[in-house]
């Protein structure tokens, strides 16, 4: 069953349409009949909820369904909410995307209870008319239980020590600083950068290290750690020092934290398909870029854990499952791919992981060429399903992801370079982009559907709290450890069900109960 649920209108597919006074309780009463709820768009529709105490179950999200069908149809990149799709299926002018601004004086007014309906009807009868509409489906419903976790994640956040944060970042970097001051042991790095010069130079500017290595006698391209570590200067190795430093106290400093840990939780904003493979990426608080020195500072609350778990080699899993190619599943069967693999390639388990990350990701650098003849020769189906991608996006051509994700088309730009001088070149690097999309893409949907499957097992005050990529954290009672342990290796079977059927590959997800993310790795 369908419900659309607007600002204040509950309407069931195919029933009445009623006004709540209290929406909340209007939507937790119904929630018993485990209803598909549809609105405009869960980043404005859920958090309301959230707050007001109510959990749904199941969602239609009209946005990324219809991002996810323009791009189907070769519209990529047209304005993809729920008043856009409204008003072209009414033949009437396209409004912009514009930003989320609830709470302002003139938040333009929300698409109406009816409109939300004729929207889904016309997303319902598109996704029937595809070649495959029941893998579609699939994607469109792990696509917005994406977006009921993403609202979870930041509504509930993630354990955050602000004690252990203060501790090590004093540590490292000292006290605190006034504010336009830098903390002491940048200062003090800053003033060894200037002293190897023989003249004050600010670490943070680019054009006057470029300018005072120069002055030494050394040639700059960048300022990128991997140049620097090449040079032979006694200002390289505090400013390598202060660099990496600098970027903590940017990113994961005082100020940081001040803005996106409230409460003892870090709540970052997640962006569901924010990253064209379907990834998530984040508008705020910079999630999927934890560094290993800030994971002592996640810590489980007293007498809770924190259950923390990987995919591992997930892309090489995606590709064997994909192509079918039975001598990379076998291996795909085994706990670690590389070493299953490693016979094939002299018994070399690092030849083995160059060449299949040189075939997702088309590398030809090295031993790159010489590995990929071999598996080419041992493994011709995987090896012909990453080059077919390739050789469409050399043509201009899309591809799709397992369930239907559509890569972007061709831009202008790429399509005058491709007939000119650098047109080799430039087919190449769409070649490379579209071989590891359909992989990348397909890891990401593996991903999706594992979380909306664990989400559905996880019971009580157990809560999912981290997505990065291809792990994830639950935060849950000591007494639910095993459950939830089991709860993500069932998950992980049932994904892999869901998207390959039967299939010889095994999705291991090694899960581990911890009290500190730090201790999880």
């Avoid at 029933?15 to 609105?39: K, M």
């Avoid at 996704?127 to 509504?155: N, T």
């Avoid at 854990?305 to 990379?328: F, K």
């Avoid at 590959?505 to 581990?512: D, K, S, W």
Wanted: aromatic share 6%; hydrophobic share 45%; net charge neutral.
């Amino acid at each position: 069953m369908h419900v659309v649920v607007t600002d204040r209108t509950i309407l069931p597919i195919g029933g009445p349409a009623r006004q709540v006074d209290d929406l909340e309780r209007a939507v937790r009463e119904l929630e018993a009949e485990r209803p598909r709820w549809v609105w405009a768009d869960t980043h404005e529709a859920y958090p309301p909820l959230l707050r007001g105490g109510v959990r749904v179950s199941r969602c239609h999200d009209l946005a990324l369904t219809e991002g996810l069908l323009l791009a189907h149809e070769g519209r990529y990149g047209q304005p993809r909410s729920a008043k856009a799709a409204h008003a072209r299926l009414h033949g009437l002018p396209v409004p912009d995307e514009q930003p989320n601004m609830p709470d302002t004086l003139f938040a333009p007014e929300p698409l109406g209870a009816e409109a939300v309906a004729e929207v889904l009807a016309d997303q319902l009868r598109r996704i029937e008319a595809l070649p495959d509409p029941g893998r579609f489906r699939l994607l469109v419903a792990a696509e917005s239980a994406g977006a009921l976790i993403a609202a979870e994640m930041g509504h509930d956040g993630m354990p955050w020590r602000q004690d252990v944060h203060d501790a090590l970042l004093t540590d490292l970097l000292g006290p605190r600083p006034v504010h336009g001051m830098r903390p002491a042991k940048l200062q003090a790095l800053a003033d060894e950068v200037a002293a190897a010069f023989g003249h004050p130079v600010n670490p943070d500017s680019v054009q006057q290290l470029v300018k005072a290595f120069k002055g030494a006698g050394v040639a700059l391209k960048t300022t990128r750690s991997e140049e620097l570590k090449q040079l032979d200067h006694p200002a390289v190795a505090p400013l390598l020092a202060y660099k990496e430093l600098a970027r903590l106290y940017s990113f994961h400093g005082w100020v940081w934290a001040d803005q996106w840990v409230r409460d003892g939780r870090f709540r970052a904003e997640y962006v569901v398909a924010g990253v064209v493979s379907g990834r998530w990426a984040t508008s705020g608080g910079g999630a999927l870029q934890i560094p290993k020195v800030m994971r002592r500072v996640v810590v489980a609350d007293d007498g809770w854990t924190l259950i923390v778990a990987d995919a591992a080699q997930l892309e090489p899993r995606v590709l064997a499952a994909m192509a079918g190619d039975n001598g990379l599943a076998r291996a795909a069967g085994e706990i670690d791919l590389y070493s299953a693999l490693a016979k094939s390639f002299g018994g070399e388990r690092d030849h083995a992981k160059i060449a299949m990350l040189s075939a997702m990701y088309g590398g030809t650098s090295g031993d790159a060429p010489k590995l990929l003849a071999v598996m080419r020769q041992r493994f011709p189906k995987a090896y012909q399903f990453v080059e077919d991608a390739a050789k469409a996006g050399e043509e201009g051509r899309l591809v799709r992801s397992w369930l239907g994700r559509t890569s972007p088309p061709p831009s202008d730009r790429w399509k005058s370079l491709v007939s000119g001088p650098e047109g080799n070149r430039a087919a190449r690097d769409r070649g490379r982009f579209t071989r590891n999309f359909v992989v990348q893409a397909t890891a990401a949907e593996w991903a999706l559907v594992l979380m909306a499957v664990l989400r559905g097992r996880l019971s009580g005050p157990a809560r999912l709290v981290f997505f990065q990529h291809d792990e994830i954290m639950v935060h849950c009672p000591l007494g639910q450890a095993e459950e939830v342990i089991a709860a993500v290796s069932e998950s992980a079977a049932e994904a892999s069900r869901l998207l390959f059927g039967q299939t010889p590959v095994r999705f291991p997800m090694e899960a581990v109960a911890v009290a500190c993310y730090a201790d999880a790795k």
